[in-house]
């Protein structure tokens, strides 16, 4: 039997509407209700967007504030993981809600392309960013979107840039980054273990790659992520009704796989955070 799985969820992102998936939490009330249904479905870990009233991306610490007192009262324990992706804010503004010291945040390396857009992330704002994850003693999750992210990232850690264990996760399927391919996987996963055996490392899939990207995490001893930012079907014709129904579905892999789904403490250890609050 393989170590616990911890599996997070990405409950709205940058990008989703309610017109693609009616069931897009918006507002901070319906992120909290989503994330709590999803948490007791077996997620530890929510990885947090905020958004305007009228759907737009934001990064108002303000609502930031709200949605992790709102996680803290109706999670208990659950991993608050914040954000500080490109679509919703510029520069500094992206990590302004690291102040708030969530457990976790997001932290993109290096640039990449995306269908319409290039995905920038120029090194003094990556360094910046990892610098405030180091003062608010918030661990980092790095998003890595093609080979040379891995190795920076692993570059950094070493050089005692990035606080707390070495978290990195395979950002698969995205149209101009990295393909959703076994092969590709296969070799991120033997780069990990190579290059930094003591890290941990976790998958996430893009759209219909969701559930094969879940399943090759959990059958290769990894973590992995699911949910309505990166996937709003359940199959081509089929929406998917909440967060917690692309969780159940990772659960159900972790069955197959007989990996134990991580409860939140033993998320926390594996991550090695500080206690919960």
Known sequence: MYDPCVLC????????????????PISVAEQIESTHEAFEAGA????AHVRNDDQTPSSDPDRFAALKEGLEKHCPGMIIQFSTGGRSGAGQERGGMLPLRPDMASLSVGSNNFPTRVYENPPELVEWLASEMCTYEVTPEVEAFDLSHILHAVRMHEAGKLHGRLYVQFVMGVKNAMPADKEVFDFYVKTMEARAPEAAWCAAGIGAAQIQVNEWAIAAGGHTRAGLEDN???????L??????????????CDKYERPVATWQQAREILQLRPAV
């Open 9 to 24: 969820v990405a409950i709205t992102g940058s990008v989703p509407t309610k017109a693609a998936n009616p069931a897009v």
């Open 44 to 47: 530890s870990i929510c990885h």
């Open 232 to 238: 709003v079907r359940l199959d081509r014709d089929t």
């Open 240 to 253: 998917a009704p909440s967060n917690a129904a692309l969780i159940r579905r990772a659960v159900d892999l």
